[in-house]
């Protein structure tokens, strides 16, 4: 071997060197021996040795001259660097030796030789165990072969085990201990359990298995903290990295830090935190305080928070932040995202924050945005099994407050039921999308209600899109807005307005208020306070309009308008009109009213009570057929009359009264003229007459007819 590797050091003080591995004291060489350790930053700062963290030796010394008692050996540590917690150590034991390690920055570790030259006594001496050692006078006890006991008070009982520190034990094959009252392995009726070897490197109090069970308690470690336990039992390659009090029983587990912390499984993980529980296999807790995955929850995620909850068997779960909230048991691959109180039970379903929340009974793919108080559920709760389908509730609640999706069927549904799901709240207040099925051939699910207040969507297919306490009940149901409307049957629609009611199959409310469509594809445009109970009925607007037992027929404005019986009938406005037959029509006007298949074009009182009666004016009555009563205060009551003027009265077929206060109640007789009245058939009446041009008769008179005679200056008739 080379002569450089060995120094002989004499009296005086000498520095060392970063490869000074073997130094031999002259102590006979008239004074104490006085050695300065090597800088310990310096040691791996030199490319040029072959220093490394894994390979240093240290420095071995021995007094080789037998003569150290008399001449001292003194030891320094470099700088402020220190020796088995000192600036110095003195040895002056003839013949005494040892080795020195670097244990930490600037923390040198003496070791004497277990013997000594010149019959002098070391500091290391042999322990009960085969080939063990022990420091002596310090309390240590080395009993397990090969083991090794150092510091104050600690025990090494098992075989190939190193124990360092003060009161630690150490009772695990090929383990190591330091720190203060740590152990492990204590009370164990064998060797250790197998030769797996574990660790405690610092802290106090910390144990890593503790009871007679330990057999496959190894490959675990401590890396520092107080009182922080690794339990008994098939526990291997667990880890606790610092913090207090906490505690895994599994294998492959781990805990970073934190207080009172505990896993009961295996592959888990908590970071950080208080109080947190991981009870699930291949879960975690990344931090907050009190929380806890239960068993068979395996695959599971808590990060952060306070009292949050992941309950048995909800495997593949998440909550992230928040305070309280909890997926309940055997409720799978469900989400929750911070808030406080909100809940889960189903399967895959998700909350994104808010305050008291929850997807209960066998809600599964829904999602719950945020907001307050918001619910879906979801049961089947009926024993019959014929043609019932239950799917996925598939929920979704962006916001709001108080918002609930049902998606149910009852205990007393029987048979071709249907309940498919998919209810949609966007936000609001206290609104309802779905409900429960209890009869007999229902169906219900793709309610949307996208906001308002108070609103209710629970048929199939239906849509409320805004508004305030607006009802959709029925399949295919449509409110657009507003507030207090009602749509009641099927593929009815109010769109807008207030206290509006659709109530029979197809009918539609645009707008308006208190209007009510009672009849199959009736439409009401808007106005006030209309009822529409006739199919394919219209009302454009106005108000107090009413079509009843009148199909197809229609109400374009004006107000207190009313259709009474019959199809095909038309008021294009005024007010009071009334018509109670079919095809009939009054343009406009007041109090006018149609009995028969007549029409009156506008005014004020007028009536038409027959077939193709036609009156316009002002107090006009027309009862006979295909007649025409214009002006005001004119009365036909036969067939085929004219009236035309003020206060005519007609009683005779095919007759015409044009003037002021006639009467003619014969057939084929007209008037004309003031206050005439008729006394013979087909004959025309007059007042007087003025003509102002007659054809002029030179020669002979014409066959009928007015003539005039040139000669005598006179007007002749022939009939």
């Known amino acids: 071997m080379s002569i450089s590797l060995f120094r002989i050091l004499g009296s005086g003080k000498t520095f060392l060197s970063p490869t000074d591995f073997f130094v031999q004291a002259n102590t006979n060489d008239g004074g104490q021996v006085e050695i300065v350790l090597p800088n310990s930053q310096l040691i791996f700062e030199n490319i040029n040795n072959s220093n490394t963290p894994y390979n240093y030796i240290g420095v071995r010394f021995v007094d080789i001259s037998n003569n150290a008692s008399v001449n001292n050996i003194v030891i320094y540590g470099f700088d402020n660097d220190l020796v088995n917690g000192g600036q110095t150590l003195t040895l002056n034991t003839n013949g005494a030796g040892g080795i020195i390690t670097l244990i930490g920055e600037g923390q040198w570790s003496f070791v004497a030789n277990s013997t000594s030259g010149g019959g002098g006594g070391g500091v290391i001496q042999q322990g009960t165990g085969l080939n063990s050692s022990e420091r002596i006078n310090s309390g240590n006890n080395s009993s397990g072969n090969y083991s090794t006991a150092l510091g104050f008070c600690n025990t090494s009982s098992s075989c190939y085990s190193t124990a360092l520190g003060y009161d630690n034990e150490v009772c695990s094959n090929a383990s190591l201990v330091s720190g203060i009252n740590n152990n492990i392995g204590t009370q164990i009726s064998l ?19 503790n009871s007679s069970s330990n057999y496959y308690t190894g490959s675990n470690l401590i890396l520092s903290g107080i009182k ?43 970071g950080n935190g208080i109080n947190n529980s991981v009870n699930s296999t291949e879960s975690g807790i990344l931090s907050g305080v009190c929380n806890v995955i239960e068993g068979k929850s395996n695959c ?26 909890s997926i309940g048991k055997f409720s799978t ?45 979801s049961a089947c709760s009926t024993s019959s099994t014929c043609s019932i389908y239950f799917g996925n509730s598939s929920a979704v609640i962006g916001g709001g407050e108080c918002n609930t999706i049902t998606h149910c069927i009852g205990a007393t549904a029987s048979g071709f039921n249907f309940a498919f799901g998919n209810n949609v709240i966007g936000g609001g207040c206290c609104n309802l999308a779905g409900r429960t099925l209890s009869a007999y051939y229902e169906f219900s699910g793709g309610s949307v209600v996208a906001g308002g207040f108070q609103n209710e969507a629970t048929g199939f297919l239906t849509t409320i899109s805004g508004g305030g306490t607006n009802t959709a009940s029925v399949d295919y149901a449509t409110i657009g807005g507003g507030y207090f409307n009602t749509a ?20 539609v409310i645009l707008g308006g208020s208190s209007n009510v469509a009672n009849g199959l594809f009736s439409t009401i445009g808007g106005g006030f306070n209309h009822t529409l109970s006739s199919a394919y009925a219209t009302i454009s607007g106005g108000y107090s309009n009413q079509i009843s037992s009148s199909p197809a027929s229609t109400i374009s404005g004006g107000y207190s308008n009313q259709i009474s019986s019959g199809d095909g009938s038309t008021i294009s406005g005024g007010a009071g009109n009334t018509i109670s037959n079919q095809y009939a029509s009054i343009i406009g006007g007041v109090n006018n009213s149609v009995s028969g298949n007549g029409a009156i074009a506008g005014g004020t009182c007028n009536i038409s009570s027959n077939t193709d009666a036609i009156a316009i ?37 095919n007759s015409s009264a044009i003037g002021s206060q006639n009467t003619n109640n014969n057939n084929f007789t007209n008037i004309i003229g003031c206050n005439i009245t008729s006394n013979r058939n087909g004959a025309t009446f007059l007042n007087r007459i003025s003509v102002t041009e007659l054809d002029a008769c030179t020669c002979l008179p014409p066959q009928y007819g007015f003539y005039y005679d040139t000669a005598t200056c006179i007007v002749y008739y022939k009939p």
């Open 333 to 377: 691959q469900n989400t929750i995202v911070g808030g406080s109180l909100n809940q889960i039970s189903g399967t895959k379903n998700f909350i994104g924050g808010g305050c008291s929340n929850g997807h209960f009974q066998e809600s599964s793919f829904g999602s719950i945005g945020g907001g307050f108080c918001n619910t879906s559920s």
């Open 488 to 507: 009641s049957d099927y593929r009815t629609g109010v769109f807008a307005g207030s206290s509006n009611v659709a109530s029979q199959c197809s009918a």
């Open 191 to 209: 060797c250790g359990g197998d030769l797996i070897p574990s660790s405690i490197l610092s802290g106090k109090g910390n144990i890593i298995g």
């Open 300 to 325: 599971s995620v808590l990060v952060g928070g306070e009292k949050n909850a992941i309950e048995i068997d909800s495997c593949l779960s998440v909550i992230v932040g928040g305070v309280q909230n």
């Open 228 to 270: 922080n336990t690794i339990s008994s039992g098939y526990n291997e390659f667990s880890q606790i990295l610092n913090g207090d009090n906490n505690v895994t029983n599994g294998n492959h587990n781990t805990i970073i830090s934190g207080s009172c912390n505990c896993i009961s499984a295996k592959y888990s993980i908590i």
């Open 617 to 653: 004016g002002n107090g006009n009555s027309v009862s006979g057929s295909s007649a025409i009563g214009m002006g005001k205060s004119n009365s036909i009551t036969q067939s085929d009359g004219i009236a035309f003027g003020t206060g005519n009265n007609i009683g005779g077929c």
